[in-house]
């Protein structure tokens, strides 16, 4: 996964939760980067057909961004999943987050076939709570 799938995740999460376009500085937020940062990689986005981006109404993907980011958080998921399930570490959401960027489809693809994966992946992670609703996880643990 590479940065342009962060973003493209990022930005998709925030839609679900606005029910609409996604903030510049929404995204700059989520992805803790300046807000010019996030404007010159959403150009990029639009440049390369994923995004439309209108100025002062926010960001939105288009049908190819929306399957990238799709495809981007399953892999997020599994990665989530596996760290909890299988290798049961604690700050699991923490370290899902720091190997998202270097993890591959490849390798994705071999962990998924590890965990035990719900159908309903990734339209299982809720964008409020920014976990999966399906992951067994006592309430006491902070979904980060």
Do not use: M
């Given at each position: 996964m590479?940065?342009?799938?962060?973003?493209?995740?990022?930005?998709?999460?925030?839609?679900q939760q606005e029910n609409g376009p996604a903030s510049t500085g929404a995204v700059a937020d989520r992805l803790e980067v300046?807000?010019?940062s996030?404007?010159?990689m959403i150009g990029k986005l639009e440049n390369d057909g994923l995004a439309d981006h209108?100025?002062?109404e926010g960001v939105s993907l288009t049908d190819e961004g929306i399957l990238r980011a799709s495809e981007t958080l399953q892999t997020y998921c599994i990665i989530e999943r596996f760290l909890h399930s299988v290798l049961e570490v604690e700050e699991f959401r923490a370290e899902a987050r720091q190997l998202e960027s270097v993890?591959?489809?490849?390798?994705?693809?071999r962990l998924d076939t590890i965990i035990d994966r719900r159908e309903r992946?990734?339209?299982?992670?809720?964008?409020?709570?920014?976990?999966?609703e399906l992951l067994d996880v006592p309430e006491s643990e902070p979904a980060d």
């Open positions: 590479n940065t342009q799938d962060q973003y493209l995740k990022s930005i998709y999460l925030i839609q300046s807000p010019a996030a404007n010159e209108e100025k002062y993890i591959d489809e490849t390798v994705a693809e992946c990734p339209d299982c992670f809720d964008a409020e709570t920014d976990a999966c």
